[in-house]
């Protein structure tokens, strides 16, 4: 059972444009969620964040967008440059026994941008 | 700054044998979680060390294990070797602040059982 769901496994966009990334999950105890970018032969970078007290983050070319009631986040890169090719994951976060926490991350979408 | 250094980087094993991973994480983060990453299945959560004790697990079998040194360094064993075992592992420091603090990855070992 996917708790966390990345729809798209790639997306294509131009330079410049808007890259929109889409991540839904199931599970109502999940109050913190992340997304990390992966270049090949790399660990997962931490990119933005955001707490389920807030519905938008901002960070530079990145914000997150979080729906609480229809259980979706969404990563907007803009304007999206070639460098920003790479996997991007989705995650998210609850307390579990004993305070800890454990990220459970969606399958990942390929975002190529096109020159 | 040193980031998570994770050895080796790349492992060919045979079915049947056990294999152990290392990773030693960022300065002054204390907890050390280890994923699981195969083609099309994302990152899966195996378990996570703080303090040497371990504090969460995933649904992997026992043959998956772990520990956590008092340097916070982090070993993942896996015995009696699958060919499904063949995957990407990642480990992963934070300081384990509690909520909302971010995991540092390092790049994995490569793991290829034949």
């Not at chain 2, 303090?51 to 015995?79: A, D, L, Y």
Request: with cysteine; proline share 5%.
């Amino acid at each position: 059972d996917q708790q966390v769901k990345q729809n798209s496994p790639s997306l294509s966009v131009q330079e410049g444009r808007i890259s929109i990334l889409n991540c839904d999950y199931t599970n109502s105890m999940f109050d913190y969620f992340l997304w990390y970018k992966k270049y090949p032969a790399e660990g997962p970078t931490f990119l933005i964040s955001i707490s389920s007290i807030k519905d938008k983050n901002e960070d530079g070319r990145f914000t997150v967008f979080l729906n609480k009631s229809a259980k979706h986040l969404s990563l907007h890169i803009v304007p999206s440059q070639p460098g920003d090719s790479a996997v991007y994951f989705c995650a998210a976060s609850a307390i579990s026994s004993g305070s800890a926490r454990q990220l459970t991350f969606g399958s990942g979408t390929q975002l190529t941008v096109l020159p | 700054k040193a980031g998570v250094t994770q050895t080796p980087r790349y492992l060919i094993k045979t079915r049947g044998q056990q294999v152990t991973l290392s990773c030693s994480p960022i300065s002054g983060h204390r907890s050390v979680s280890w994923y699981q990453q195969t083609p099309g299945q994302g990152l899966q959560f195996l378990f996570e060390y703080f303090s040497e004790t371990q504090r969460n697990k995933g649904n992997f079998p026992g043959r998956f294990s772990g520990r956590q040194f008092s340097n916070s360094r982090s070993e993942m064993n896996v015995s009696t070797l699958e060919l499904g075992d063949s995957a990407l592992y990642l480990c992963a420091s934070s300081l384990a602040r509690g909520r909302g603090d971010e995991q540092y990855f390092g790049p994995g070992t490569r793991l290829t059982v034949t």
